[in-house]
């Protein structure tokens, strides 16, 4: 018996802002599941990758 591996598509979008009182950008990061035509905005990559794990795992 063999078990199929699930497959789901994600979109990634990060915007680099510039603030004066920052000495770094400031990144705004929009991550999208296709299949679940969901979309969330994060802080942070390890908040995209605990979102994709999230749908993946069901």
């Known amino acids: 018996m063999s078990s ?3 497959v789901a ?3 990634v979008r990060c915007a680099g802002f510039s603030d004066a009182g920052q ?3 400031i990144w705004r990061i929009t991550v999208s ?3 679940g035509e969901e979309e969330i905005t994060v802080t ?3 908040e995209v990758c605990k979102y994709m794990k999230e749908k ?3």
């Open 4 to 6: 199929q591996p699930q």
């Open 9 to 11: 598509s994600f979109v």
């Open 23 to 25: 000495p770094s950008p």
């Open 44 to 46: 942070c990559f390890e």
């Open 56 to 58: 993946l795992s069901g």
């Open 33 to 35: 599941h296709v299949q």
